[in-house]
């Protein structure tokens, strides 16, 4: 697991998306996984900053996205499809064709599950794999629990993870309660692994996943047996961690 320090959440988004633009540059065909959430924003908007300045072609990138909310359409503005096509995919070149998302709206949990395990292996697996940070140390939407999920499944999401999310909700009431997401099998098969984690509150729970042991009840402390993991954090996150 190397480390690399940022400055502050602009330095840190900077430096992540160097180094996706370096994977999509030097193998035009990458897989990309994916992630949502405020931690990934600004690294989507350099690269495409990137694209526009034709320092990047997205034409032949294939996308899997970790995870989406059960019950919400493609179509509505807090499902993770709307928040990718509106944050990243509409202003780049890719094809829409190469983009997987789950289907929220799949009744079906063991079909979906299924189905998007297969467009992983179809794939070839994913290249490089971008992570946010959990507060409660979860990646995509695997929580804490007394075991690690191997592949995609649904999984009803912690109180702490709900409460989160509320910031994006005008009502509490509407926040979904479960999600499709890929599991931590599917997570640290990629070949490269990005960690992208930001400010103060997050600096706990990067200690644990760093420097402690590895638990189920941590998800992302996982991540330590994977032989390729980068971890960019901002100063601020990585205040807690043992000199």
Same mark, same amino acid.
């Given at each position: ?9 602009? /330095? ?5 998306? &160097? ?13 990309? %996984? ?8 600004? !690294? ?16 032949? !990138? ?6 989406? =909310?059960? $019950? ?8 993770? =499809? =709307? ?11 890719? /094809?829409?064709?190469?983009? =997987?998302?789950?289907? $929220?709206? #799949? ?10 395990? &297969? ?16 507060? &409660?140390?979860?990646?995509?939407? &695997? #929580? ?22 509320s910031r994006f909700f005008e009502n509490y009431d509407e926040i979904p309660r479960r999600?499709?997401?890929? %599991? ?6 990629? $070949? ?15 200690? #644990? ?8 009840? !941590? ?16 100063? #601020? ?7």
């Amino acid at each position: 697991m190397r480390i690399i320090e940022a400055k502050d959440y602009q /330095d840190m988004s900077r430096k992540a998306a &160097n180094i996706i633009s370096a994977q999509v540059i030097l193998e035009p065909t990458s897989v990309l %996984g994916l992630a949502t959430g405020s931690t990934p924003v600004d !690294v989507y908007k350099q690269l495409i900053e990137w694209y526009k300045k034709g320092d990047i072609d997205f034409s032949k !990138v294939r996308t899997v996205n970790l995870d989406e =909310y059960k $019950g919400l359409s493609q179509d509505n503005p807090q499902s993770y =499809y =709307y928040f990718m096509y509106e944050n990243f995919f509409k202003h780049i070149n890719i /094809d829409l064709q190469n983009v =997987y998302i789950p289907n $929220g709206l #799949e009744e079906d949990i063991e079909k979906e599950c299924a189905r998007y395990d &297969n467009i992983i292996t179809s794939l070839g697996g994913v290249d490089l794999q971008l992570l946010g940070l959990g507060n &409660n140390g979860h990646i995509g939407f &695997n #929580e804490p629990s007394g075991n690690f999920q191997q592949t995609t499944h649904c999984v009803e999401l912690t109180q702490s993870t709900i409460d989160a999310n509320s910031r994006f909700f005008e009502n509490y009431d509407e926040i979904p309660r479960r999600a499709y997401t890929m %599991g931590i099998g599917d997570i640290i098969s990629a $070949g490269k692994i990005l960690l992208i984690v930001s400010g103060k509150g997050k600096a706990q729970i990067l200690k #644990e996943v760093i420097e402690g042991p590895i638990l189920p009840s !941590v998800p992302a402390s996982i991540l330590k047996l994977h032989q390729d993991v980068i971890v960019i954090a901002d100063q #601020e996150a990585l205040s807690l961690l043992t000199k």
